[in-house]
């Protein structure tokens, strides 16, 4: 079992919803990282927080708006979203960025089909 | 230029051969280096970290740095099917501050 939950693994939205996918790890890791992942092709950078401020948002559009409540959770907020936003959305975290055991953990993944 | 380049194959090996996976890097300031499993619909595994130059090995995995020549590889002994897979190498550089990946080489270990 993975140290990183996600939930849900599956979620199906239209193009007018809302909808939350969240994360959650226990592993006293203070970074977390939202990752977007196409068919065959390797995990694309979307967000970083670090100590659960947000340090890096990779020109993500504004349809995707994260938020770190606290050490422990992750969550990704969805609204408007496109059916190009169709993936698999990955979480994953590490020790706080600039250790060298920086090494992530991922979650299972939530896998969103916008229609 | 891509920060971090992979064969992305698809590379196949006979069942009880060994895989050699390779992986060059760009940034001189690179430390760490990692390779993760992702079978197909499922998410990354990380199977061997490496931080400085030589051999790491773990079971029938080996993990090989060169930081002169900016390569890392990674050597599966006794390929099973179940090694099929892409493997992603990921590179840490303090001035990115991140994870970079390559874009994965598939390998397919044949019965």
């Known amino acids: 079992d993975t140290e990183v939950t996600q939930t849900p693994k599956h979620l199906v939205m239209g193009m007018t919803n809302k909808k939350s996918l969240k994360c959650e790890q226990h592993m006293g890791h203070r970074a977390m990282y939202w990752y977007k992942q196409k068919a065959k092709k390797p995990p694309e950078l979307m967000f970083v927080y670090s100590y659960e401020k947000l340090s890096i948002n990779e020109s993500v559009p504004s349809r995707f708006s994260p938020e770190c409540p606290n050490s422990s959770l992750l969550n990704l907020h969805l609204h408007a979203l496109q059916p190009e936003d169709s993936a698999l959305y990955l979480c994953?975290?590490?020790?706080?960025?600039?250790?060298?055991?920086?090494?992530?953990?991922f979650g299972s993944g939530t896998r969103l089909t916008v229609v | 230029q891509k920060e971090v380049e992979q064969n992305s194959g698809p590379l196949s090996v006979p069942e009880g051969a060994i895989a050699s996976l390779n992986c060059t890097y760009s940034?001189?300031?690179?430390?760490?280096f990692f390779w993760y499993r992702q079978y197909s619909g499922k998410s990354p595994e990380l199977i061997m970290f490496?931080?400085?130059?030589g051999d790491k090995e773990d079971g029938r995995f080996t993990a090989q740095l060169n930081k002169a020549s900016q390569y890392v590889s990674l050597l599966i002994r006794d390929s099973q099917p179940s090694d099929s897979a892409t493997y992603l190498c990921?590179?840490?550089?303090?001035?990115?501050?991140?994870?970079?990946f390559g874009s994965g080489t598939q390998l397919t270990v044949l019965p």
């Open positions: 994953a975290s590490s020790q706080a960025p600039g250790t060298k055991t920086y090494g992530y953990t």
């Open positions: 990921a590179v840490n550089s303090d001035s990115a501050r991140q994870l970079t």
């Open positions: 490496i931080y400085s130059n």
């Open positions: 940034d001189r300031g690179s430390q760490s």
